[in-house]
């Protein structure tokens, strides 16, 4: 198993350490049996054995609300009238020994206990995170006394980095078990966590369960929204799950958390989207380095990035040159301003030295071209089948968020050099005048691309452009794009053609993506549609949960606003996305055919200092305001926007 936050290894070998499982134990029975294994989206795996006297099940979980507790349960019901014992054999795996962890065993407490720390530090001069393990003794057998027809046991292991930390927590667990609230405490939290979103589409079945995966695995990922600070490290393409030595990115953290898994998480749970940014600004000191060791200033968030934000990358060109990095870090920033109004992630929270930082080192990285009186960039895009080339579309125009910084600087009443507004205005951004679309780069003549790269320029990016240059940009892109190419890609061209009205086109690109969902449960998403690469793909979810959240929908996170421009495909009938937190309300959308209804929440969970604020809708083609509460307002499907309740606005009639 791994746990938040602990790596081995430096620089390029730095991967997610190896920590031994107690709780690897399998259920073996005397007589033959029937094997069946489920998942619930209250992340409880359960094995079962059925045999002709006896159903014995494990269930497996890592428990919600308290993040480092994991818990085995086992459930032992008699099949038939006996008056014989009932004895399964627990038959278990664990050593107290890893190859990244140096192990030694510490005096019992209340149950099995080792210490250790990992053998090597990410950087010369860093620290190797240290690891404790406290468990509940495993029996080699279990057995169902005769005059019992059922029985249950329960086991637990907590993972910490302090001594005191563990104690804690195996104390807790303990109680919980005592009182019969281990289980219900851990499905509370799901509960609760479901309460808050909701994606639900009616008239695709399949549909309907591939959202409800995406969401599932994304907050897997995520902390408790009670604890958000406990041993959060990021979300690595792979998940917590994957990441060892060699194995799905070595459990890095790429631009997928900031671009691909953000937004979907964010458009619901304020706390979770700030511990995202919680993260980045850990990072800081090591980003500082980056970029002095560059020969530049300000930040350079690392391509791959583990605990100190140094560059953990296995091969140097990436982290030299895929420098969009820090756009994506700085868009994530600013949708979750524009989200919640939540300065104090800004001030106290640090995040302003993030954007600053950020603005500082495009200043410095770029160079004037006086024949074309622009800001060129020599770098790698996104599509990783080039590099050294000058102006990536999607780098110069995630740059050019500078604009931000001017923005959060005025609001923070910090001066703002006159280079952050410059260059983003006068950055360069390639345009094909005579085919009317965005090429790559320069001198980009139609080569495959790997993946989604310029089609972002519409969506997340916003760069303005006419319906034509938008449509030549897909049409340009679609058939050049590698067909066995990461999973995120074919949602953004989804989007793409739900912002031009063209539903049913969108959706054969969206269907693209159900070739990457696997087995085991069918909710399991590979990184390329053959199979191969990262499992289980996070960043591919990412990209499908938006296509629907923010393609069918039209949301679109603004300064003022949260726009929105429905429109459904024909074999989708209905769209329900509840628990959408907007300026600390939360709302209830159903889209149909031809109407929109919203319901406002009474009561929200805001971040931060920020308030719950008075809403409106603002229906564009006719400018109608429609103040929004706690009953249903419905409306005729059209694009529009939610914004602050203005004093002039009309009242809506019920």
Known sequence: MHMGGVYNGEGGRCHRADVPCPLAVRVELEEPAQHTYTLDTHKIFTHTLNSASITATQSLYSHRHYSN?????????RQETSNEPVTVKLVSSF?????????ESRPDYRGGHIQGHTTTAEYPGGSCPTVHIIWTPIPLTLTLPPEHSQARWGFILVVAGTLNSAEASFDEGLNLMATGSLRPSHEKAWQELWLQSKVEVTGSESLCKALIGCMFYLLSAF????NTSSSFGGVSPGGLSNGGEGQDYWGHVFWDQDIWMYPGIALFYPKLARAVLEYRVGTIDGAKDNAQKQGYKGLKFPWESAVSGREVCPEDIYGQQEIHINGDVTLAFQHYLYLSEDLSMFREGRGSEVIYGVADYWVSRVTWNPEDQTYHLLVMPPDEYYYNVNNSVYTNSVAKLLQFAVELAELLQHPAPKEWQAVAKYIKIPF????????????????????ADTVL??????LPMSPEVRRNDLDAYEPVTDPHGPAMTWGMFAIGWLELGEAEKAQLLLEKCFKNIQGPFQQVWSESSDGSGTVNFLTGMGGFLQAVLFGYTGFRI???????SPLLPKDVSELCVRGVNYLGSQMDWLLR???VCIILREQAGSAGNTKPCN?????????????????PVTFPREPGYVSKLTSTASCWPF
């Open 558 to 564: 603004q300064k003022d606003c949260l726009a929105f």
């Open 432 to 451: 094909d005048q005579e085919h009317q679309y965005h090429p790559e780069y320069d001198g980009y003549i139609k080569h495959p691309v790997k993946q």
């Open 95 to 103: 050593t107290p020994q890893s190859k990244d962890i140096i192990f």
């Open 69 to 77: 507790l994991m818990v085995m349960e086992i459930l032992l019901v």
């Open 593 to 595: 055919k031809g109407e």
């Open 457 to 462: 320029l519409g969506y997340p990016l916003g």
């Open 223 to 226: 902390p408790s929204i009670h």
């Open 615 to 631: 809403l409106q809708v603002v229906l564009k083609a006719s400018g109608t305001k429609i103040p929004l509460t706690p009953q």
